[in-house]
């Protein structure tokens, strides 16, 4: 018996009810299970082994809890904020007290208010708002501090941020939160910019001038010794097509002066910055390669 259908939207994970509804027995769900053709992902919710990927997962979750919402990072990475992430955040107030989860599941039961929930490609999460949040909560403080700067300077309102601030005063993590909130500086793509650049200083990159102007641009970052620009772009950069076009002819016009443009997202920034640090050095090595006699 092949999967039921509704598994083919779910990213191959389907409840045991589905499984009946669509013609297949307990004996039937048994004898799958006990040959491997099928895995328990979640009580009485299965998928095919070899097709399991942190999509299924997520759809699993909600399929164990129809109440629950996807929050956190998941909710996150579902908004488009963050990369994808293998371990899977279900906020459910109707959790089971003593539930056994798998490692990739964070189970949380914190209360979630029906302004809060939301719909990304299919699933329910909670909203841009209360997904902030609950990284503001849980993150260690630096890393938190550079998200809700990214995100308050072009995804997020301070307002919107604030109301969900104040619909979970006293839960876990609520005092940092504020505090990231008093001390938040939106604008700033500067947040990863300068984990950025003290990482290349670190490295021994010492040459790299902030906010440094070039022709009649501003450069993130410049090694004027190399004519080297590194940009980093905001969450949301080239979100229309004005901004597109504005920064694919400052970035052609810079190279037709000379110039080398290398562009990273903040997103790279916080969650890949050895392989950023690296691909510059990279390219500080070619371009002192090419200086010596």
């Given amino acids: 018996m092949p999967v039921p259908a509704a598994a083919e939207r779910q990213h191959g994970a389907f409840s045991r009810a589905q499984a009946l509804a669509e013609g297949a027995t307990a004996s039937t769900i048994s004898n799958r299970l006990r040959r491997q053709r099928w895995v328990a992902l979640l009580p009485r919710v299965y998928a095919e082994p070899s097709k399991v990927t942190p999509w299924t997962r997520a759809w699993a979750a909600v399929l164990w809890l129809p109440r629950g919402v996807l929050s956190g990072e998941t909710a996150l990475w579902l908004w488009d904020v963050l990369p994808r992430t293998d371990t899977i955040h279900l906020t459910a107030t109707d959790a089971p007290s003593r539930a056994r989860t798998p490692t990739w599941l964070r189970l949380h039961r914190q209360p979630i208010t029906s302004a809060e929930r939301s719909l990304a490609l299919g699933l329910p999460v909670v909203c841009l708002e209360r997904a902030l949040l609950d990284c ?110 504005h920064d694919r002819t400052r970035q052609n016009d810079l190279v037709r002066h000379g110039y080398v443009v290398l562009r990273f997202t903040a997103t790279e920034v916080l969650h890949r910055l050895p392989d950023v640090v690296a691909e510059i050095g990279s390219m500080v090595e070619r371009l002192e390669a090419r200086r010596l006699p």
């Avoid at 260690?140 to 072009?154: F, G, K, M, Y």
């Avoid at 200083?201 to 004519?227: E, S």
């Fill in 136 to 245: 503001m909560c849980s993150w260690p403080a630096r890393l938190a501090a550079e998200l809700v700067d990214a995100t308050l300077a072009s995804t997020v309102s301070r307002r919107a941020l604030l109301r969900s601030y104040h619909s979970q005063l006293g839960r876990r993590g609520s005092r940092q939160a504020g505090r990231l909130l008093a001390h938040a500086a939106p604008g700033a793509a500067s947040a990863p910019e300068r984990r950025l650049a003290s990482a290349l200083r670190r490295a021994g990159f010492t040459r790299f001038r902030r906010n440094a102007p070039v022709l009649q641009y501003r450069a993130d970052l410049l090694d004027p010794d190399l004519r080297l620009i590194i940009e980093v772009d905001g969450w949301s950069a080239h979100g229309d097509r004005i901004s597109f076009q």
